[in-house]
């Protein structure tokens, strides 16, 4: 299981305080991506089957099991040390 980091940085965007940094509109292209039935059928079928296995760690307590309780306050511990 990977535990993602907490965000608690405040980023601002350079385009607000510079003009430098904004693409121009004529290097824009119109590039378009397609994404075919067959692949966002697989990635709902992959989803339902994370959230199955989700929902039988949940019913079988495995997130209230000490090894990821202390993996879990680890990796908070490490984020507000920055």
Excluded at 5 to 19: L, P, Q
Aim: aromatic letters at 6%; hydrophobic letters at 35%; proline letters at 1%.
């Amino acid at each position: 299981m990977e535990i993602k980091g907490i965000i608690n940085k405040i980023f601002v965007s350079e385009n607000k305080v510079t003009n430098k940094l904004e693409p121009k509109k004529e290097n824009l292209r119109g590039d378009v991506v397609e994404i075919s039935k067959e692949a966002k059928e697989l990635f709902q079928k992959n989803k339902e089957i994370q959230f199955q296995q989700i929902r039988e760690r949940i019913s079988n307590n495995f997130y209230n099991s000490d090894k990821v309780l202390n993996k879990v306050a680890e990796k908070i511990l490490n984020e507000l040390r920055g």
